[in-house]
C-alpha cells in the first residue's frame, strides 16, 4: 500500500468503525514498517493529505 500508491477507504457506521479501522492500520503500520507509534501516526496523516486514507462515515 505505501510502496505502491494504493488507497484506502473505509466505510461503515460512525461509532466506531473510524476509530477502531485507524487503531488497526496504526497497529499494522507500526509491526510491517518497525516505526514507534509517533511514526505510524505520521504515515497516516500523510496518507490521509495525500488522499489515499479515505473515511465515509454515518450516524
Not at 490521509?48 to 454515518?58: L, N, P, S
Request: charge should be negative.
Amino acid at each position: 500500500m505505501l510502496n505502491q500508491g494504493g488507497h484506502f477507504y473505509v466505510c461503515g457506521s460512525a461509532r466506531q468503525v473510524p476509530e477502531d479501522i485507524y487503531t488497526a492500520m496504526k497497529e499494522v503500520m507500526m509491526a510491517h514498517e518497525r516505526c514507534p507509534e509517533e511514526e505510524a501516526e505520521a504515515i497516516l496523516s500523510n496518507l490521509k493529505m495525500e488522499g489515499r486514507y479515505t473515511v465515509e462515515a454515518w450516524s
